[in-house]
């Protein structure tokens, strides 16, 4: 299997990757879509569940699975990054360390949260796009992308908030802000559904490659399989 990537695989995993690190830093600040509270992270996030459909879509499962551990370990740089520069003591000078740690600093558990939600919802986005290609031999792309954005998006929330707020919000509004992050970021993806058809379009011509998963393992520890 060749194992060469092309200038537009390779820039449209570190585009993949900088989604997800903006929206982390981004996240702390809430923001007001049409009167409903959201974090604006969601102005950013849902463009890597794009890009997790254009991969997997043009180079296939596995090729998605590379990126998804890619952006995983650049994020957690990040992140490491982000904790280590905070704890270091500060210079007299500097009088904004409480606005740097508080764009920049998670908690341990919000930040847990936000990895395996991530992890979650990026594979199962991926493995819906692989296998229903298959099924529908290679059809309907547009519905296949709010589909596996569906899934994907509602896995990923159902994680984050659980593991972040379970026991600090009631119940009921866990299941709200389930509800609405989901909606809004599915809706995101219609929204961008043109676009995205015609990205998958040109790319599928440019790089004369449209990946059928046949015969591949879906285990997302085989990074090692592209």
């Known amino acids: 299997m060749n194992k060469q990537v092309s200038v537009i695989f390779m820039v449209t995993g570190i585009l993949f990757t900088v989604c997800l690190i903006v929206a982390n830093i981004v996240e702390s600040k809430l923001i007001n879509v049409f009167g ?3 974090t604006a992270g969601l102005i950013i996030f849902p463009v890597s569940y794009i890009l997790n459909d254009v ?3 043009v180079w296939g499962y596995q ?3 590379l990126i998804i551990w890619i952006g995983f370990a650049m994020n957690f740089l990040a992140v490491t990054v982000f904790n280590i520069s905070i704890i270091l003591p500060a210079s007299p000078f500097f009088e904004n360390q409480h606005a740097f740690q508080t764009i920049l600093g998670n908690t341990q558990r919000i930040a847990t949260a936000s990895f395996i939600a991530f992890l979650c919802g990026s594979f199962l986005n991926a493995f819906i796009m692989s296998r229903m290609k298959m099924a529908t031999q290679g059809r309907g792309f547009s519905v296949r992308a709010v589909v596996s954005t569906l899934f994907g998006e509602s896995l990923d ?3 984050f908030f659980t593991i ?3 026991g600090v919000l009631p119940n009921s509004e866990l299941l709200i802000l389930i509800g609405t992050q989901t909606a809004m970021k599915t809706g995101y993806e219609v929204i961008a559904l043109p676009i995205t058809n015609v990205v998958v379009k040109w790319v599928k011509k440019v790089e004369n490659t449209d990946v059928y998963d046949q015969n591949i393992s879906y285990n997302p520890l085989k990074i090692g399989e592209i």
Request: net charge positive; glycine share 0%; aromatic share 14%.
């Open 164 to 166: 972040a707020f379970y």
């Open 36 to 38: 409903v509270t959201a």
């Open 157 to 159: 929330s159902l994680v």
């Open 63 to 65: 090729k998605a699975r």
């Open 55 to 57: 991969i997997a879509e």
